[in-house]
């Protein structure tokens, strides 16, 4: 019974993936000295360039193909004011249409059918955020009654997220040698460098209803402020 118990355990390490022996093997290996795990971020500020918004058409009627084409024609009004401001189409995406029946609640009798509701929504890049309120504003005014938020973020961040990058891994090393100095020793090698974390896109747009009426003072106004851009790292030293 021993021996066929000696025998399983030999074949089932033999059917074991050959990489991850090997990668046991290696990390019990190639560290003689001592072991240092440092964790690191690296972090850089960028000035948004694209700003993400939902702007669309909510419309009622008595039946629901009444709602539906004052959706659909309101918004082709809509498409146009972005394409006479110079959004390219594609940067305009249809996000959703959606149509739902109204009721009136009275107490003590069944819901009434009162008419439909139609819904019309658009997904648009802004790609000149300078001129994004006086667009917002446009689309207003031509019939855009659903506004939801910016999302303003980063349109190409790999190039910011490789500067972010450098800075994690000389912060992990510096680390490391303030480390072994105070341990009276220095870092003879890296052993390994994994990353995590990255560019976070921006929190869902908040949504936000823009009434036909609008002042005439001013226009909207967005207003890019700056984003963080962080990369973390987990690299592992040898000390000697």
Do not use: C, H, W
């Amino acid at each position: 019974m021993r021996n066929f118990v000696a025998a399983a355990l030999l074949a089932s390490a033999a059917l074991m993936p050959s990489a991850a022996l090997a990668q046991q093997s290696t990390i019990n290996q190639t560290i003689t000295g001592t072991r240092l795990d440092i964790n690191a971020v690296g972090e850089v500020t960028r000035v948004p360039d694209l700003a993400i918004i939902s702007a669309g058409v909510i419309t009622r009627s008595a039946t629901a193909s009444g709602a539906i084409q004052q959706a659909a024609a309101r918004m082709a009004r809509v498409r146009e004011a972005l394409r006479q401001a110079g959004i390219a189409d594609r940067d305009i995406q249809t996000s959703n249409i959606s149509l739902s029946p109204q009721y009136v609640y009275v107490k003590d009798q069944p819901p009434r059918l009162s008419g439909y509701s139609a819904s019309n929504q658009l997904s648009v890049r802004f790609r000149d955020i300078a001129n994004t309120g006086k667009i917002l504003d446009a689309l207003v005014a031509e019939g855009a009654n659903q506004i939801s938020g910016p999302n303003l973020t980063i349109d190409k961040p790999e190039s910011a997220l490789d500067e972010a990058r450098v800075k994690a891994i000389a912060a992990a090393r510096a680390r490391a040698d303030l480390y072994a100095r105070s341990l009276g020793m220095r870092v003879t090698r890296v052993v390994s460098v994994s990353e995590s974390g990255g560019y976070a896109p921006p929190p869902p747009m908040a949504p936000m209803v823009m009434m036909a009426e609008r002042s005439q003072a001013a226009d909207s106004k967005i207003d890019p402020g700056e984003q963080k851009l962080q990369v973390s790292v987990s690299m592992t030293f040898e000390l000697q």
